[in-house]
């Protein structure tokens, strides 16, 4: 089946229309940028489901931030108004503070500044007038292999690209006209040097051939992407409780 990219537009502008009716009429969307690709198609997506003065983009670099540049890129080209919000003296606390009682993972380090992030997200959406309802920006490729930050960016309110592969959020982009410098940005966590793909071995082109058509030829590779979306499932679901009896 092709994929339809301006119809998917339609469809997203109409279902975040749908959605901010029925759980804040009056609300703003706040949406963490970061240049990327995800965040950018998202934004551009919240402004032409709602009133621009309704967005709310916050931009939160960890100090200095080589690529703050593409953020504000974004943000010039949609006519938003941003929140900058440096989360650099907050997570050298916490780093401090946690290392006098552990030495810190390498992965505990890369995952600090996302859940700061999502922290700072949800204070801006609980103080602005009417209230806010934080966008979560992780789009399907991600999500199936749990490529993301639990409580980090992997939280929000509503999911926007949950349905969507890298591939098809790479469509969209182009579609609404966004600048291709951000639409192709080379993804990366900032702090390990490695681009996504590096790190997770693969390239979100044979992840989405996996996903939708169910085709891998690389046994090995078929055998991590499946090993990384039976590990991190819990990523996806609600929290688990007991049930009384």
């Known amino acids: 089946m092709i994929f339809d990219a301006n119809k998917e537009i339609e469809n997203l502008t109409s279902w975040i229309r749908d959605w901010f009716a029925e759980n804040g009429p009056t609300a ?3 949406i963490g940028i970061s240049g990327g690709k995800d965040s950018s198609v998202c ?51 916490l780093r401090a503070t946690l290392s006098e009682q552990f030495e810190l993972s390498r992965d505990t380090e890369i995952n600090i500044p ?12 609980q103080s602005l007038p009417n209230g806010g309802r934080v966008a979560n920006t992780c789009n399907k490729s991600e999500d199936y292999i749990g490529y993301s930050t639990k409580y980090g960016d992997a939280a929000g309110d509503f999911g926007i690209l949950a349905a969507y592969t890298v591939t098809e959020v790479l469509k969209i982009g182009e579609a609404l006209g966004l600048p291709a410098e951000l639409v192709h ?22 992840l989405d051939r996996y996903i939708s058509e169910g085709i891998c030829e690389d046994e090995s590779t078929r055998e991590r992407i499946d090993h990384m979306h039976r590990i991190n499932l819990h990523k996806l679901k609600t929290i688990p409780s007991c049930e009384r009896r």
């Open 185 to 206: 940005k080379t993804p990366s966590d900032g702090l390990s040097g490695l681009s996504d793909e590096d790190k997770i071995g693969f390239t979100y082109a044979v």
């Open 114 to 125: 996302p859940r700061i992030r999502m922290t700072t997200l949800y204070a801006v959406a």
């Open 28 to 30: 703003s969307a706040v």
């Open 43 to 93: 934004a551009a997506l919240l402004v032409r489901a709602l009133d621009p003065e309704r967005v709310v983009p916050v931009l939160m670099p960890d100090g200095e931030q080589a690529d703050i540049s593409d953020s504000y890129m974004l943000v010039e080209h949609l006519g938003l108004k941003p929140l900058v919000i440096n989360i650099g003296d907050t997570t050298k606390a």
